[in-house]
């Protein structure tokens, strides 16, 4: 099969026709073999009832509906796991992304040898609210991850080769850092393609700006990890070992202050009234605390088992 459609959804009942006969009109025109995969995300209007319809009409579409609303990244994981096309495409359900971006993505990957093709909405039709802040998350995006040449890391339409989606673990909200996730799993030819962006035709957009927040935690989170996450002794190790050092230097230190002081009749050191000693020891006891985080940490499993467990109502 060359191609693999994922669409994440949550109350897209409307834009659901139009996009599958505008995929269907591009597929049927360049003569590809595919599926389209919907994941219904807990969608609280008819969305899966239009699923079931179109099914009917074209044994292409394969379709998956969580019982509630997980988010995207799970809605993508759990099409990942389900992908059989040689290329992967990604995009969302609102019309914003358009359908005719797919073959020259398809392109990219099949012939040029790219692992991971992102979009790059170059000319937005969204509100300077939305805009600048993307802007600085993208900044900082590539900052951290190192991958210089995407100037947007939370485009929804991205291609993919089928190797990398069935090698990236996708969970909470980590959909915005895929290319960042892909690059830590050893797939480092990135590229980017500069995309249409579409007005939305209907509905309303299902993000607020607590996703920026959001965003920068992630960020934090998947850095930490891509250093630390299999080696924690490393980081939490070496900072108790240098908090106990510098504690018990100054412990010592304080000590012997503490006897200079009894041999002397001009000099009193009360060493139950000083600041520094309780700082010398609360700086131990830290030390320790963290020495033993590293060693807990490189104990316990990384991914917990229960992660990406999603309740699926239905399924076909």
Not at 243 to 249: A, P, T, W
Request: proline share 3%.
């Amino acid at each position: 099969m060359d191609i693999s459609v994922i669409v994440p959804l949550y109350n897209e009942a409307e834009s659901l026709p139009e996009l599958t006969e505008w995929i269907q009109r591009v597929m049927a025109t360049h003569g590809y073999s595919y599926e389209i995969i919907f994941v219904n995300d807990g969608s609280t209007d008819n969305s899966f009832d239009v699923i079931k319809k179109l099914a009917m009409q074209n044994a292409a579409i394969h379709a998956v509906s969580f019982s509630r609303n997980y988010g995207k990244s799970p809605a993508l994981n759990t099409g990942f796991a389900r992908a059989k096309g040689d290329v992967v495409i990604t995009m969302d359900a609102d019309l914003q992304d358009s359908p005719d971006e797919i073959p020259e993505l398809y392109r990219m990957i099949a012939d040029e040898g790219y692992d991971l093709v992102s979009g790059w909405k170059k000319k937005r039709y969204d509100p300077l609210s939305k805009t600048i802040p993307t802007k600085l998350f993208n900044a900082t995006a590539r900052k951290v991850s190192g991958i210089d040449n995407l100037h947007d890391f939370n485009c929804g339409l991205k291609a993919y080769r089928r190797d990398v989606v069935k090698h990236i673990e996708v969970y909470g909200d980590m959909h915005r850092y895929i290319p960042y996730l892909a690059k830590n799993a050893g797939y480092k030819k990135i590229g980017e393609k500069v995309v249409h962006h579409q007005a939305r035709k209907y509905g309303t957009s299902k993000f607020g700006l607590d996703r920026f927040v959001n965003g920068y935690l992630d960020l934090a989170t998947l850095w930490f990890q891509s250093k630390f996450g299999i080696k924690p002794m490393h980081i939490f190790g070496l900072l108790g070992s240098l908090m106990f050092i510098i504690g018990f230097i100054a412990v010592v230190t304080v000590l012997i202050m503490k006897l200079v002081s009894m041999n002397s009749d001009t000099y009193h050191f009360y060493l139950t009234k000083s600041v520094y000693f309780y700082l010398s020891l609360v700086f131990m006891v830290l030390g320790v605390q963290f020495f033993c985080t590293g060693f807990v940490g490189e104990l316990i499993t990384r991914n917990s088992p229960e992660r990406n467990n999603y309740l699926i109502s239905e399924e076909f």
